[in-house]
């Protein structure tokens, strides 16, 4: 029962950033654009965040420097993509090499430093319920407001007139068009909008979760947010139940390291990215009229082929 609740306690903050990265994703591809390098975005989020809490010892600035570093790197994004009309696909891979390349050469003074960053709220008497108090009321502010944001998203996406007209962009972005709404503009802005929460992401895994800077500590977790926006059939809501999934099998690994029990130690840090390979499998399977995917994401749009 104890390694349960140890188990069920730690699993919000493994879902959390996957959650964060996979809402940015789902932005961006409502929009219509098909977005491959949150796995950039998160790296460069996380090094910023590190760099600035440290350089100010406030881990409120070093958040706000990952969102404003995963903007940026989806601005890039958004120009190659949105104005240009780059191949995404491509360019989501550029921004996957580039934040690799940027943070490793920034990063290397930094490596092993302990960072300030965000710890468990104490929530009084909540704290001390049993099983509800460590899983629900034990965990860090970003964290509440990572499935808060979820909840948000969802929300205006799906229940306001502002919500409606995002949406119509990435199905029929010539309708959009010929009702009074600038796709281009629409489409970048939801770059930039996506990549700020795939670089809070990033900052979540630095000052919430592992409290300090080392290369790689992405580790694929922007791959895992691709295949969540799949599993969530793009729809914010159902993303956080998978998020939930994602981050539990996740925080089983240190859990079952530290009861010392003989497994394959190697199998059990695949089993994410094995979780991620069967839920693209079996949403390959699934009949495309069930399909929630945006009818137009992955194609650039300019003005003068509407139709």
Known sequence: MEFII????????????LLLAALGLIINERAGVLNLGAEGMMACGALAGALVSLAFSSPLLGIAAAVISGATMAAIFGGLTVVLRCDQVVSGLILVALGAGVTGLLGRDIVGQTLPGFREVDLWFLSDLPVVGPVIFQQNTLTYLSFLFAVLVWWWMYRSVSGLRFRAVGESPSTADAN???????????VVVGGAFCGLAGGYLALASSFIWVEGMVAGRGW???????????NPRQAILGALLFGAIEALIPRVQATGMDVPIYLMMMLPYLTTLGVLVVASKFDEKRSQEPANLGI???????H
């Open 180 to 190: 009074g709404i600038n796709v281009i503009a629409a489409r970048f802005l939801a």
């Open 300 to 306: 650039p749009y300019a003005r003068q082929d509407r």
């Open 224 to 234: 895992i947010a691709i295949g969540l926006v799949i599993f969530a059939r793009w």
């Open 6 to 17: 140890y188990w069920l306690s730690a699993t919000p903050s493994y879902a959390a950033p």
